[in-house]
């Protein structure tokens, strides 16, 4: 059976918090047997406004015990850690960059050059589809690698057709 808004606001008013799931009234009979009719009272009018909102409470409390002389001692540990904490931090990094080298690119090979020639110059005609697309990509890639290596084995150039634009293009990188 669920509880009612009355029986919710009075066991929050108490310090108990029924409404959360799997709570039931069985527990709830036993929380307040545990309570006790005299600090039920005395409970009731020191935690109604605690309950009312229980992070401003926290944070009041927070505050209080951060005004006397351990809590200031705790204050200046922690202000301490986390100093040294940060020193630290610093200090592993700076080792584990200092013996870092930065990558180096690898350098591109004739070949792939050439391909990437022969690939500008394929989509900059109108042999294999429209200027500015390749209608059929396996057959324009075949048609450049083969024409870049035969370039590169020391092959002519051809006479006439894409083969040759593709040869005078790629010539330059010999």
Known sequence: MAFSNLEKAMALIIGLDIAAPGFSRVAAKAAVRAIGPLAARTAA???????????LT??????????????QQLLDL???RGRMDRIRFEQALTDLTVGVKKRKI?????????????????????????????SNSKKAFAKV????????????????????????AMRRFI
């Not at 009018?45 to 992070?55: Q, R, S």
């Not at 350098?107 to 500008?120: I, L, P, Q, R, Y």
């Open 145 to 168: 690698t083969t024409t870049a290596s035969k370039i590169l084995k020391g092959g002519k150039t051809a006479k006439s057709g894409i083969t040759r634009k593709l040869g005078l």
């Open 78 to 80: 922690a202000e301490e």
């Open 106 to 134: 690898k350098a591109s090979s004739k070949f792939n050059k050439m391909v990437s020639t022969g690939m500008k110059t394929l989509k900059a005609s109108t042999s294999y589809g429209k200027k500015g697309t390749i």
């Open 45 to 55: 009018v020191g935690t109604g406004l605690a309950a009312a909102n229980p992070a």
């Open 58 to 71: 926290g944070a009041a409390i927070g505050l209080g015990a951060l005004q006397t002389q351990p809590g």
